[in-house]
């Protein structure tokens, strides 16, 4: 009986150069596919990054002219080019007179007499409360001036509401004080008019330490003479992020702006990465400043 031998069989493997050949082979694909791939990638974060703070101008800016459209006449006023305030109105109206059957209310020669009586259609003033400002006339300069409150009273209570045979729905509005007869010299409205003001407010910009600065808006502070770049007091809110400068930021204090009563925004806004490019967005918002 014969015994076959069997010869055993080689371990095999890849040698260490193949290892190495076939690492090198991939790490050149791989660059190669980085290489194409990189531009597309880069290009799709910088769309998605421009389509981001385009909307968030987009959307500061349609808040500014909201606000900027509920303005008191001739309250718009800018410092510095890059801070803006008003005084923000809820409503106004029509005030009655001694030719309309009443007593003439707000009296321009009586400062004892601190109430007066305006046409009141259904939820004109449900807002109204005190501590809001009426304001009559108001020209932005003194003596009708409703930053120097010369042509401004503070409403003392909520309206009190009464029916009118002729006249139809009335509300009498009692002040604080009576100031409109105290201004000199007292400037009645032509046209009886009235705007209630629940008081000023700002956009200013504030440094975000990284470079860029941040669009804020203040409300709920105290009415001043004198316009601060940076109201005190109140309450805060962010716009806006990442504006590159606020230098021209709002534009209202030349002749020819005031005159047509355009307010000129310009946001200039940087993406997220260091590399993004800057979106610039100009607005023009309009002002009433019929008094």
């Known amino acids: 009986m014969t015994l076959s031998r069997r010869t055993p069989r080689r371990a095999r493997g890849f040698t260490l150069v193949e290892a190495i050949l076939v690492i ?10 980085a290489l194409f791939i990189r531009a597309p990638i ?13 909307d968030q101008a987009d959307l500061a800016l349609r808040r500014i002219a909201r606000d900027i459209r509920l303005a008191l006449p001739n309250s718009v006023r800018v410092v510095n080019g ?3 305030e008003f005084l923000q109105t809820k409503t106004g109206g029509r005030y009655l007179a ?11 020669d009586d400062p004892a007499q601190t109430a007066f009586t305006v046409l009141a259609p259904p939820d004109s003033f449900a807002q109204v409360a005190a501590g809001d400002r009426v304001v009559v ?7 009708a001036d409703a930053y120097g409150g010369g042509n401004s009273g503070v409403v003392q209570a909520a309206p ?14 009692r002040l604080n004080a009576n100031p409109f007869a105290a ?11 009235f705007q209630v003001v629940s008081g000023p407010v700002s956009f200013y910009c504030q440094n975000a330490g990284d470079g860029t600065q941040t ?30 400068n606020c230098n021209g930021l709002f534009n209202y204090d030349t002749a020819a702006t005031q005159r047509t009563g355009l307010v000129l925004v310009s946001l200039e806004l940087r993406g997220r990465y260091p590399d993004s490019p800057a979106i610039r967005l100009v607005h023009q918002i309009h002002v009433d400043n019929t008094p």
């Open 183 to 193: 201004a000199t010299p007292a400037l009645p409205s032509p046209t009886r008019s």
């Open 42 to 54: 880069l290009g799709y974060r910088d769309a998605v990054d421009r389509a981001e703070i385009t």
């Open 137 to 143: 006339y108001n020209l932005g300069v003194a003596p």
């Open 215 to 244: 669009l804020m808006r203040a409300w709920g502070y105290a009415i001043n003479a004198t316009q601060s770049a940076v109201p005190s007091g109140g309450q805060r809110a962010i716009v806006a992020a990442r504006l590159t």
């Open 98 to 108: 001694v030719d309309d059957g009443v007593t003439s209310l707000p009296a321009f």
């Open 82 to 84: 890059n801070s803006l």
């Open 24 to 33: 090198v082979i991939i790490g050149i694909l791989a660059a190669v596919v």
């Open 160 to 173: 009190a509401y009464t029916t009118d045979a002729t006249l139809g729905r009335i509300a009498t509005v």
